[in-house]
Protein backbone atom coordinates (compact mmCIF):
# COMPACT_ATOMS: atom_id res chain seq x y z
CA UNK A 1 0.00 0.00 0.00
CA UNK A 2 2.88 2.16 1.03
CA UNK A 3 4.55 1.76 -2.49
CA UNK A 4 1.37 2.58 -4.49
CA UNK A 5 0.83 5.77 -2.35
CA UNK A 6 4.40 6.19 -3.63
CA UNK A 7 4.10 5.51 -6.94
CA UNK A 8 0.91 7.65 -7.20
CA UNK A 9 2.83 10.85 -5.50
CA UNK A 10 5.59 10.23 -8.03
CA UNK A 11 3.20 10.04 -11.17
CA UNK A 12 1.34 12.94 -9.40
CA UNK A 13 4.53 15.38 -9.27
CA UNK A 14 5.88 14.30 -12.67
CA UNK A 15 2.36 15.34 -14.52
CA UNK A 16 2.18 18.90 -12.56
CA UNK A 17 5.94 19.65 -13.25
CA UNK A 18 5.78 22.71 -15.75
CA UNK A 19 7.93 25.64 -16.06
CA UNK A 20 7.19 29.21 -15.62
CA UNK A 21 7.14 31.26 -18.72
CA UNK A 22 10.01 33.50 -19.93
CA UNK A 23 12.06 32.90 -16.40
CA UNK A 24 12.22 29.32 -17.15
CA UNK A 25 11.98 28.27 -13.49
CA UNK A 26 10.38 24.75 -12.97
CA UNK A 27 7.37 24.52 -10.50
CA UNK A 28 4.70 22.01 -8.71
CA UNK A 29 1.22 22.82 -9.03
CA UNK A 30 -1.73 20.33 -9.06
CA UNK A 31 -4.25 23.21 -9.06
CA UNK A 32 -5.25 23.41 -12.33
CA UNK A 33 -7.28 26.49 -14.13
CA UNK A 34 -11.06 24.94 -13.65
CA UNK A 35 -10.55 24.20 -10.05
CA UNK A 36 -9.06 27.40 -9.24
CA UNK A 37 -10.98 30.37 -11.29
CA UNK A 38 -14.39 29.65 -10.38
CA UNK A 39 -13.28 29.65 -6.60
CA UNK A 40 -10.93 33.24 -7.42
CA UNK A 41 -13.96 34.66 -9.11
CA UNK A 42 -16.34 34.62 -6.49
CA UNK A 43 -13.47 35.19 -3.64
CA UNK A 44 -13.30 38.99 -5.32
CA UNK A 45 -16.95 39.49 -6.53
CA UNK A 46 -17.32 38.85 -2.32
CA UNK A 47 -14.69 41.11 -1.44
CA UNK A 48 -15.62 44.40 -3.38
CA UNK A 49 -18.90 43.88 -2.00
CA UNK A 50 -17.77 44.33 1.31
CA UNK A 51 -15.08 47.30 1.01
CA UNK A 52 -15.40 50.27 0.03
CA UNK A 53 -14.71 51.10 -3.76
CA UNK A 54 -13.12 55.01 -4.02
CA UNK A 55 -15.03 57.74 -5.53
CA UNK A 56 -11.65 59.21 -6.42
CA UNK A 57 -12.71 59.06 -10.38
CA UNK A 58 -9.11 60.22 -10.97
CA UNK A 59 -7.02 57.78 -9.64
CA UNK A 60 -9.75 54.66 -10.33
CA UNK A 61 -9.16 55.47 -14.43
CA UNK A 62 -5.77 55.41 -14.00
CA UNK A 63 -5.14 52.49 -12.24
CA UNK A 64 -7.57 50.89 -14.71
CA UNK A 65 -5.72 52.18 -18.06
CA UNK A 66 -2.39 50.86 -16.46
CA UNK A 67 -3.97 47.73 -15.65
CA UNK A 68 -5.55 47.53 -19.24
CA UNK A 69 -2.41 48.31 -20.91
CA UNK A 70 -0.27 45.58 -18.61
CA UNK A 71 -2.70 42.92 -19.45
CA UNK A 72 -2.73 43.57 -22.92
CA UNK A 73 1.31 43.16 -22.59
CA UNK A 74 0.42 40.05 -20.96
CA UNK A 75 -2.16 38.92 -22.99
CA UNK A 76 -0.11 39.10 -26.17
CA UNK A 77 2.52 37.50 -24.54
CA UNK A 78 0.47 34.51 -23.51
CA UNK A 79 -1.46 34.22 -27.23
CA UNK A 80 2.01 34.29 -29.12
CA UNK A 81 3.69 31.87 -26.48
CA UNK A 82 1.39 28.78 -26.59
CA UNK A 83 -0.86 30.00 -23.69
CA UNK A 84 -4.11 30.60 -26.01
CA UNK A 85 -6.92 28.69 -23.98
CA UNK A 86 -4.96 30.18 -20.52
CA UNK A 87 -5.29 33.65 -22.03
CA UNK A 88 -9.13 32.59 -23.09
CA UNK A 89 -9.39 32.09 -19.23
CA UNK A 90 -8.59 35.58 -17.99
CA UNK A 91 -11.53 37.78 -17.06
CA UNK A 92 -9.24 41.05 -15.58
CA UNK A 93 -11.11 43.60 -13.36
CA UNK A 94 -9.35 46.32 -11.87
CA UNK A 95 -10.41 48.05 -9.09
CA UNK A 96 -9.69 50.71 -6.15
CA UNK A 97 -10.48 50.25 -2.76
CA UNK A 98 -10.65 53.30 -0.08
CA UNK A 99 -8.42 51.41 2.87
CA UNK A 100 -4.94 53.05 4.11
CA UNK A 101 -3.32 49.71 4.16
CA UNK A 102 -0.47 49.90 1.81
CA UNK A 103 -1.52 46.73 -0.06
CA UNK A 104 -2.35 44.94 -3.93
CA UNK A 105 -3.18 41.99 -5.55
CA UNK A 106 -3.78 40.18 -8.27
CA UNK A 107 -6.37 36.82 -7.59
CA UNK A 108 -5.98 34.08 -10.75
CA UNK A 109 -7.58 34.86 -13.87
CA UNK A 110 -6.66 39.00 -13.33
CA UNK A 111 -8.91 39.89 -10.52
CA UNK A 112 -6.49 42.99 -9.19
CA UNK A 113 -7.31 45.57 -6.15
CA UNK A 114 -4.88 48.34 -5.35
CA UNK A 115 -5.58 50.20 -1.87
CA UNK A 116 -5.58 53.95 -1.76
CA UNK A 117 -2.86 53.84 0.68
CA UNK A 118 0.06 52.14 -1.85
CA UNK A 119 -0.95 55.52 -3.93
CA UNK A 120 1.70 57.89 -2.18
CA UNK A 121 4.14 54.99 -2.57
CA UNK A 122 3.52 54.35 -6.83
CA UNK A 123 3.44 58.58 -6.52
CA UNK A 124 3.33 58.01 -10.35
CA UNK A 125 1.72 56.26 -13.52
CA UNK A 126 5.00 54.59 -13.97
CA UNK A 127 5.32 53.66 -10.18
CA UNK A 128 1.66 52.42 -10.37
CA UNK A 129 2.38 50.34 -13.31
CA UNK A 130 5.35 48.71 -11.68
CA UNK A 131 3.32 47.27 -8.92
CA UNK A 132 0.64 46.54 -11.07
CA UNK A 133 3.29 44.50 -13.35
CA UNK A 134 4.72 42.69 -9.69
CA UNK A 135 1.17 41.88 -8.54
CA UNK A 136 0.14 41.06 -12.24
CA UNK A 137 3.16 38.58 -12.57
CA UNK A 138 2.48 36.74 -9.30
CA UNK A 139 -0.91 35.47 -10.67
CA UNK A 140 0.58 34.84 -14.36
CA UNK A 141 3.34 32.41 -12.73
CA UNK A 142 0.61 31.05 -10.26
CA UNK A 143 2.43 31.22 -7.57
CA UNK A 144 -0.83 31.09 -5.41
CA UNK A 145 -1.54 27.54 -7.08
CA UNK A 146 2.01 26.61 -6.22
CA UNK A 147 1.98 27.44 -2.64
CA UNK A 148 -0.97 25.65 -2.43
CA UNK A 149 0.18 22.58 -4.12
CA UNK A 150 3.06 22.86 -1.44
CA UNK A 151 2.82 20.91 2.44
CA UNK A 152 2.00 24.53 3.86
CA UNK A 153 -1.13 25.23 2.11
CA UNK A 154 -2.30 21.62 2.73
CA UNK A 155 -1.73 22.19 6.40
CA UNK A 156 -4.13 25.12 6.30
CA UNK A 157 -7.13 22.96 5.05
CA UNK A 158 -6.24 21.78 1.55
CA UNK A 159 -6.87 22.17 -1.92
CA UNK A 160 -10.25 21.25 -1.46
CA UNK A 161 -11.09 23.65 0.89
CA UNK A 162 -9.68 26.53 -1.18
CA UNK A 163 -11.27 25.75 -4.37
CA UNK A 164 -14.48 25.14 -2.91
CA UNK A 165 -17.26 28.07 -3.87
CA UNK A 166 -20.71 28.73 -2.95
CA UNK A 167 -19.95 27.79 1.10
CA UNK A 168 -19.24 30.46 3.69
CA UNK A 169 -16.64 28.23 5.21
CA UNK A 170 -14.07 30.27 7.57
CA UNK A 171 -11.30 28.30 6.48
CA UNK A 172 -12.09 28.86 3.16
CA UNK A 173 -11.43 32.80 3.53
CA UNK A 174 -8.62 31.75 6.02
CA UNK A 175 -7.05 30.16 3.25
CA UNK A 176 -7.55 32.57 0.53
CA UNK A 177 -6.25 35.29 3.42
CA UNK A 178 -3.02 33.05 3.73
CA UNK A 179 -2.34 32.39 0.40
CA UNK A 180 -3.55 35.44 -2.06
CA UNK A 181 -3.28 38.19 0.73
CA UNK A 182 -7.26 39.27 0.07
CA UNK A 183 -8.67 40.83 3.03
CA UNK A 184 -5.02 41.36 4.83
CA UNK A 185 -4.88 44.49 6.76
CA UNK A 186 -0.94 44.35 7.59
CA UNK A 187 0.11 45.28 3.74
CA UNK A 188 1.65 43.76 0.94
CA UNK A 189 1.72 39.96 1.05
CA UNK A 190 5.36 38.30 1.28
CA UNK A 191 5.42 35.49 -0.85
CA UNK A 192 8.77 33.61 -0.92
CA UNK A 193 12.39 34.86 -1.54
CA UNK A 194 11.65 33.05 -4.97
CA UNK A 195 8.42 34.39 -5.63
CA UNK A 196 9.34 38.01 -4.93
CA UNK A 197 12.26 37.78 -7.42
CA UNK A 198 10.46 35.81 -10.07
CA UNK A 199 7.34 38.75 -9.69
CA UNK A 200 9.94 41.42 -10.30
CA UNK A 201 11.44 40.28 -13.12
CA UNK A 202 8.29 39.33 -15.03
CA UNK A 203 6.69 42.91 -13.81
CA UNK A 204 9.37 44.46 -15.09
CA UNK A 205 8.86 42.53 -18.73
CA UNK A 206 5.25 43.44 -19.21
CA UNK A 207 6.03 46.81 -17.66
CA UNK A 208 8.20 47.70 -20.50
CA UNK A 209 5.75 45.71 -23.02
CA UNK A 210 3.08 48.37 -21.97
CA UNK A 211 5.39 51.28 -22.42
CA UNK A 212 6.33 51.93 -19.15
CA UNK A 213 9.38 53.52 -17.46
CA UNK A 214 11.57 50.45 -16.10
CA UNK A 215 13.31 52.79 -13.50
CA UNK A 216 10.31 53.54 -11.83
CA UNK A 217 9.94 50.25 -9.94
CA UNK A 218 13.28 50.91 -8.14
CA UNK A 219 11.48 54.16 -7.54
CA UNK A 220 8.73 52.41 -5.67
CA UNK A 221 11.07 50.65 -3.36
CA UNK A 222 12.68 53.21 -2.20
CA UNK A 223 9.75 54.82 -1.00
CA UNK A 224 8.86 51.74 0.39
CA UNK A 225 11.90 51.99 2.27
CA UNK A 226 11.61 55.22 3.32
CA UNK A 227 8.08 55.24 4.81
CA UNK A 228 9.18 51.87 6.89
CA UNK A 229 12.01 54.07 8.36
CA UNK A 230 9.55 56.33 9.51
CA UNK A 231 6.93 53.60 10.85
CA UNK A 232 7.07 50.19 12.49
CA UNK A 233 8.35 47.98 9.95
CA UNK A 234 5.25 46.46 8.24
CA UNK A 235 4.87 42.98 7.74
CA UNK A 236 6.16 43.12 4.34
CA UNK A 237 10.03 44.54 5.31
CA UNK A 238 11.11 41.65 7.76
CA UNK A 239 10.83 39.35 5.12
CA UNK A 240 12.71 38.42 2.12
CA UNK A 241 14.28 39.61 -0.42
CA UNK A 242 15.03 42.92 0.95
CA UNK A 243 14.49 46.45 -0.05
CA UNK A 244 18.04 46.81 -1.05
CA UNK A 245 18.78 42.71 -2.49
CA UNK A 246 15.59 43.95 -4.44
CA UNK A 247 16.35 47.03 -5.61
CA UNK A 248 19.97 45.68 -6.68
CA UNK A 249 18.21 42.81 -8.58
CA UNK A 250 16.07 44.97 -10.67
CA UNK A 251 19.05 46.88 -11.26
CA UNK A 252 20.74 44.23 -12.82
CA UNK A 253 17.96 42.94 -14.59
CA UNK A 254 16.90 45.84 -16.28
CA UNK A 255 18.83 45.57 -19.32
CA UNK A 256 17.78 41.64 -19.69
CA UNK A 257 13.96 43.10 -19.19
CA UNK A 258 14.16 45.43 -22.02
CA UNK A 259 15.52 43.00 -24.42
CA UNK A 260 12.79 40.69 -23.76
CA UNK A 261 9.92 42.88 -23.69
CA UNK A 262 11.42 44.21 -27.09
CA UNK A 263 11.74 40.55 -28.52
CA UNK A 264 7.63 39.84 -26.98
CA UNK A 265 6.43 42.70 -28.24
CA UNK A 266 7.78 42.18 -31.77
CA UNK A 267 6.48 38.60 -31.81
ZN1 LIG B 1 4.99 40.31 -4.35
Given at each position: ????????????????????????????????????????????????????????????????????????????????????????????????????????????????????????????????????????????AKHGQERMTSAYGQQ????????????????????????????????????????????????????????????????????????????????????????????????????????????????
Open positions: MKKLISLVIVILFVVSCSTVPITGRKRINIVSDAQILPASFEQYAGFLKEHKISTNAKMTSEIQNVGINISRAVDKFMRANGMVSEANNYRWEFNLIDDKTVNAWCMPGGKVVFYSGILPICDNTDGIAAVMGHEVAHAFLGGIAVAVGTGNKDPRTQQLWNTIYGIGSTVGMLAYSRTHETEADKLGMVFMIMAGYKPEESINVWIRMSERAEGNSPPEFLSTHPSNQTRINNLKRYMPTAIAMAKKYNAQ
